[in-house]
């Protein structure tokens, strides 16, 4: 046997590990998805979601989450960024003319998209999870508590989400940071099965055909929020 | 039919190589595209000029020692077609057409458009071949072999070395050519014996040698001459990973 250090540094070792991780993130945004749509439920049932989450096996359940994705979020972008710039080292000189036939803006801006949905994600855990942008929204703070049907005082997360939506700064950053994961996604999902090696001739168009789906169906479907504020859908 | 060529000419491995502009004139369209540079060569060579370097052997798209990159794409605009059959008759007079080499770090310049593909051979000298004794020509049909396996092994034996795909990769990545030839010898039953160590060290060795990791452009098999599917480098990362977690040596 190798060492596993040579094993681990290897590049295909490494596709592995940002396929397997991004794979858990993605399931991780349908949950989240499928979460955040109950907003069009009322008021009543978001809030009832928000509470159970942290409250679900004595709230240990939330941080075995976040502790997850957050092992799952530091290794895909570990590996992205060492591939990232192995791959950029493997041409030291360009060519001066170019002519793609298969690859596409999305697939070769892979590393920017994913760069700044980072950039996004660290700013949308201030502003939803930690209240430390635009506090005047935050759920957790006093006046903005909610009292479910079984008489339980939750915060307004509801609220928070329709507040938020309401000023167009918010909602113009979080469109376009849904569109650049759509970008990102409808390249991502079907290189990651390839990387696993679960693709033949049979099922790759299949697999092909998944990664737009997947990643118009969850840009879509998270933009439905600020879209349906908008346009007063939900108050 | 006259052409404008923007040709990379570089003296040397360690020279500073440039483009630089010839144009012909008189280019018959039954030409090959290595024979309209041959007709350019006599002419520079009738000037007192030095040559452009470039590989050719066989020139009936066989041997895998010519390349270049046609206008962005290496061996030029026709699938599935080497430089040296690629012919005239697929550009247009008053064409403007660059010629630049196969660029990745793993394949360094030598001259013009020469690269040196060093890095191939010694990939293939990591496990690029079967260590039991097979025996003389007529042996070979005393190990029968199903007709799915030897397709699928014929498939992969298909790839000449060229070097298109790592030229056609944005990550200069060898998967292509390597993925052939573990999944040629993977798929016959001489080959399983080192399957596994095979995956292995020709994998490692690709990164040795300094090619990118692959991110599934899929460039490589729109580029390549032979139309090797990506399909094998899938296989090639599952017996990678298998070699990781199951592999004996
Ligand atoms: C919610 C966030 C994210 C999800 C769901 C996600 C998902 C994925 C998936 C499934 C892959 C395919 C893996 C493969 O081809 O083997 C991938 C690739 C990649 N991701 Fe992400 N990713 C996310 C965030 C990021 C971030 C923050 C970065 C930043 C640095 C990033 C950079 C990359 C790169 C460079 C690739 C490689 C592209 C390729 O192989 O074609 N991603 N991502
Ligand atoms: S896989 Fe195709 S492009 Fe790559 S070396 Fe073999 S024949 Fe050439
Ligand atoms: S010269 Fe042999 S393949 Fe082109």
């Known amino acids: 046997m190798r060492a596993f250090g040579d094993v681990w540094r290897s590049n295909i070792f490494q596709k592995w590990v940002m396929a397997l991780t991004g794979l858990m993130l993605v399931l991780f945004l349908i949950a989240h998805l499928t979460g955040n749509l ?3 439920m009322g008021a009543e049932h978001m809030n009832e979601y928000g509470h159970s989450l942290r409250e679900l096996l004595h709230g240990s359940a939330i941080w075995l989450a976040r502790g997850g994705l957050l092992v799952a979020f530091v290794l895909h972008v570990w590996s992205a960024i060492l591939l990232t710039r192995r791959n950029r080292a493997a041409r030291p000189q360009k060519y ?5 036939r298969t690859s596409t803006m999305a697939s070769r801006s892979m590393a920017l ?3 700044l949905i980072l950039v996004y994600v660290l700013y949308h855990l201030a502003h939803f999870t930690l209240g430390t942008v635009h506090s005047q929204y935050y759920a957790g703070q006093t006046g903005w508590e909610y009292t479910l049907a079984n008489g339980t005082v939750v915060p307004d997360v509801y609220r928070m989400v329709i507040a938020s939506f309401q000023e167009p700064l918010i909602t113009t950053l979080y469109v376009l940071s849904m569109v650049l994961l759509g970008l990102h996604l409808n390249h991502a999902v079907a290189s990651a099965f390839q990387t696993l090696g679960v693709t033949n001739r049979r099922i790759s168009p299949l697999v092909r055909f998944l990664g737009p789906v997947l990643g118009i169906g969850v840009a879509l479907g998270f933009c ?4 349906a504020v908008i346009a007063g859908l939900v108050h | 039919m006259n052409l404008r060529l923007h040709i990379w000419r570089q003296a040397g491995p360690d020279a500073t190589g440039m483009l630089k502009t010839y144009d012909v004139a008189n280019v018959s369209e039954h030409m090959s595209f290595l024979e309209m540079l ?4 006599e002419d520079l060579i009738g000037k007192g000029e030095i040559p452009i370097a470039f590989d050719h052997d066989c020139r009936e798209g066989i041997c895998g020692t010519c390349g270049m990159v046609i206008n962005g794409r290496p061996h030029g605009p026709v699938a599935k077609t080497t430089v040296c059959q690629l012919h005239m008759r697929t550009f247009k007079d008053g064409d403007e057409i660059y010629i630049e080499p196969w660029r990745a770090r793993a394949f360094p310049v030598m001259r013009d458009l020469i690269v040196d593909r060093g890095s191939f051979d010694r990939i293939m000298q990591t496990g690029g071949f079967i260590s039991v004794n097979t025996g003389n020509a007529q042996d070979g049909n005393t190990l029968p072999i199903s007709k799915i396996n030897a397709d699928h092994a014929m498939d992969a034996a298909a790839c000449i070395g060229c070097g298109a795909c790592v030229a ?7 998967m292509l050519f390597t993925a052939a030839k573990v999944g040629h010898l993977g798929a016959l039953p001489q080959g399983q014996t080192e399957r596994s160590t095979r995956a292995m060290n020709m994998v490692l060795q690709m990164d040795v040698e300094g090619f990118g990791a692959c991110t599934n452009h899929l460039e490589c098999e729109a580029a ?3 139309g090797i599917s990506v399909e094998f480098i899938a296989q090639m990362n599952r017996d990678y990973v298998a070699s990781v977690f199951g592999g004996r040596d």
Do not use: E, R
Request: proline share 10%.
């Open chain 1, 38 to 40: 109950l907003i069009f």
């Open chain 1, 96 to 100: 001066v003319k170019t002519d793609w």
């Open chain 1, 113 to 115: 998209s994913g760069l």
């Open chain 1, 224 to 227: 439905s929020l600020p879209l």
């Open chain 2, 38 to 41: 041959d007709v350019l060569n």
């Open chain 2, 168 to 174: 056609a990769c944005p990550n200069s990545s060898a």
């Open chain 2, 224 to 226: 390549c001459p032979k």
